[in-house]
Antibody, heavy 118, light 110 residues
Framework: QVQLVESGGGLVKPGGSLRLSCAAS????????MSWIRQAPGKGLEWVSY????????YYADSVKGRFTISRDNAKNSLYLQMNSLRAEDTAVYYC???????????WGQGTMVTVSS | QSALTQPASVSGSPGQSITISCTGT?????????VSWYQQHPGKAPKLMIY???NRPSGVPDRFSGSKSGNTASLTISGLQAEDEADYYC??????????FGGGTKLTVL
């Protein structure tokens, strides 16, 4: 079945780095734009970044621009988020999501928790 | 990009109808028909309920409907059921080629 599975979350100190991964299955990964969305504890959803199907087009939210890097490996059906210079306010559950042709997020992973704390 | 504006909470009794509003600007909600709605139960990932303002993905009950007027989109749930109790988020594509979410609305079924 169509599935997204995130991994790589954990506890990291302020200023540290972490790399999240998202493994896709059940669909042709290379046909779809993909996105990262996060949710701080007890808070709402915040869009973080998206990458086009080929990886040639990338956008970031202002809150992460210059610190986070999204990438993908279509041969491995995988999406990544490299997070550098992490701050306490980056603490959140990070979801990867498939972007449909109608600009909605139609498939979501289960999320991976990132905690930034000393 | 500022978050879209949603009411913090709404409530209704089983069988009743409720409407959740989502207000943005001409750069997002008002400028595109790429408004979507998501349902999130506690501890779970969000689930797409409405896309392109008023379309339902396969498997979503027709009790869920969406609409838009100007810069405000709305989600209506008719015939409320206990399992509809959840958080609901709207989202819109924007003129900056990004997405923005609403702050979320907690639906309580009395």
């Amino acid at each position: 079945q169509v599935q997204l599975v995130e991994s790589g979350g954990g506890l990291v100190k302020p200023g540290g780095s972490l790399r999240l991964s998202c493994a896709a299955s059940g669909f042709t990964f290379s046909d779809y734009y993909m996105s990262w969305i996060r949710q701080a504890p007890g808070k709402g959803l915040e869009w973080v970044s998206y990458i086009s199907s080929s990886g040639s087009t990338i956008y970031y939210a202002d809150s992460v621009k210059g610190r986070f890097t999204i990438s993908r490996d279509n041969a491995k059906n995988s999406l990544y988020l490299q997070m550098n210079s992490l701050r306490a306010e980056d603490t959140a559950v990070y979801y990867c999501a498939r972007v449909s042709s109608y600009y909605a997020f139609d498939i979501w992973g289960q999320g991976t928790m990132v905690t930034v704390s000393s | 990009q500022s978050a879209l504006t949603q009411p913090a909470s709404v409530s209704g009794s089983p069988g009743q109808s409720i409407t959740i509003s989502c207000t943005g600007t001409s750069s997002d909600v008002g400028g595109y028909n790429y408004v979507s709605w998501y349902q999130q139960h506690p501890g779970k990932a969000p689930k797409l309920m409405i896309y392109e303002v008023s379309n339902r993905p396969s498997g979503v009950p027709d009790r869920f409907s969406g609409s838009k007027s100007g810069n405000t989109a709305s989600l209506t749930i008719s015939g409320l059921q206990a399992e509809d109790e959840a958080d609901y988020y709207c989202s819109s594509y924007t003129s900056s080629s990004t997405w923005v979410f609403g702050g979320g609305t907690k639906l309580t079924v009395l």
